[in-house]
């Protein structure tokens, strides 16, 4: 396929880069990327994945924009409030890039349909905002043999890892499985700064970016920790476990599950 | 002119930066290996630019050559690293 003279100009400065290129542009346009939560998280990866050319981007989202998401949640705007968060997100994503295609699915993601939700995409993004969620992703992901990209932030703190099959650990090699309910502060309580969402979001993207170009080095058997108040970024080697539930050696999990879900969100997303 | 058999050939004097280099990029890119690349540009910038870009991307330049209308040809042969 050839490059549009339009094309080359609006991917200018991603074809420029030597680990990039023409090839790397290509496979940009060619990838499927989903994007699991339209909130803080999935905002930034969303547009910046829809700016950089990735030809289709599927954004899973069941919620409606709410007045104290705009503070964080740059996709949306003030006059999206009260429409569905996927819509709001297509419309921007569309508005920066005419090009590509977003699937909106106005669903929350649950263990009945998150297989065929991610059968077809390349790499999955978790922008969820609970535990039940990003284990449900992640063991989906697992049995799929989906790479996907694992975040969380909360007040002025995020982590960040990656997850490729068979190279380092799942995201429940690290966590095991969910906290008890009371352990973590819930949304109304704990707070988070709009930058933090933007920062991970956008490392989201750029795992993304790097999967399909294959440039560099992803985040793999590494969690990554920001702390914004100290201005430190920790990376924190960790191993798969053999005797991982759901990657391990002999895994009792062979079909995603649903946890009880949360009352209220314990990550604020 | 040629000492050297060109494989194909990208005018770039129609555009400015950086679709000079895109556009020389998307050309070296569709050649293979070893093979020989005549890039037409502008005196000025894209004299500037675009060899030195080459050259950081590994490519070899063989030769630049005045074209004495305010243009010149670029001649550049395509690493054999691929890319």
């Known amino acids: 396929m050839a490059f549009s003279d339009?094309?080359?100009?609006?991917?200018?400065?991603?074809?420029?880069?030597?680990?990039?290129g023409v090839k790397g542009q290509k496979r940009l346009m060619d990838a499927k990327v989903l994007i699991i939560g339209a909130g803080g998280l999935g905002a930034p990866a969303a547009l910046y994945l829809a700016a950089a050319g990735v030809g289709t981007i599927g954004v899973a989202d069941a919620d409606a924009v709410d007045l104290s998401n705009l503070q964080r949640q740059i996709i949306h705007a003030t006059p999206d409030v009260g429409r569905p968060k996927v819509q709001s997100a297509r419309e921007k994503m569309e508005a920066i890039n005419p090009e590509i295609t977003v699937k909106a699915c106005h669903e929350f993601v649950n263990a009945g349909n998150i297989m065929a939700l991610i059968e077809g995409y390349d790499f999955i993004i978790d922008g969820t905002d609970n535990f039940p969620a990003k284990f449900l992703i992640n063991d989906a992901c697992v049995i799929a043999r989906k790479p996907f990209s694992h975040a969380g932030i909360i007040r002025f703190q995020g982590q960040l890892m990656t997850y490729v099959p068979g190279e380092g650990p799942c995201y429940r090699c690290v966590f095991v499985s969910p906290p008890p309910p009371d352990a973590v502060p819930t949304c109304s309580q704990a707070g988070v700064i709009g930058a933090?969402?933007?920062?991970?979001?956008?490392?989201?993207?750029?795992?993304?970016?790097?999967?399909?170009?294959?440039?560099?080095?992803?985040?793999?058997?590494?969690?990554?920790?920001?702390?914004?108040?100290?201005?430190?970024?920790?990376?924190?080697?960790?191993?798969?476990?053999?005797?991982?539930?759901?990657?391990?050696?002999?895994?009792?999990?062979?079909?995603?599950?649903?946890?009880?879900?949360?009352?209220?969100?314990?990550?604020?997303? | 002119m040629p000492d050297y058999g060109i494989d194909a050939a990208v005018d770039i004097t129609s555009v400015v930066c950086p679709v000079t280099f895109v556009k020389t990029k998307v050309a070296i890119e569709e050649l293979d290996d070893g093979q020989i690349l005549l890039v037409?540009?502008?005196?000025?910038?894209?004299?500037?630019?675009?060899?030195?870009?080459?050259?950081?991307?590994?490519?070899?330049?063989?030769?630049?050559?005045?074209?004495?209308?305010?243009?010149?040809?670029?001649?550049?042969r395509k690493r054999e690293s691929g890319g």
């Open chain 1, 6 to 20: 339009e094309q080359l100009e609006r991917y200018s400065r991603n074809i420029i880069l030597k680990e990039i």
């Open chain 1, 196 to 269: 933090m969402a933007g920062v991970i979001g956008s490392l989201q993207a750029m795992e993304a970016v790097k999967f399909i170009t294959h440039a560099g080095k992803l985040l793999t058997g590494e969690l990554l920790t920001y702390d914004a108040l100290s201005m430190e970024f920790r990376r924190i080697k960790l191993p798969s476990r053999r005797d991982c539930a759901v990657c391990g050696a002999e895994p009792s999990i062979a079909a995603p599950f649903d946890y009880a879900a949360p009352v209220c969100e314990g990550i604020i997303i």
């Open chain 2, 40 to 76: 037409r540009m502008n005196d000025g910038e894209p004299i500037q630019n675009v060899p030195r870009s080459l050259k950081d991307e590994g490519h070899e330049i063989l030769k630049l050559i005045d074209n004495k209308d305010g243009t010149y040809n670029l001649i550049v």
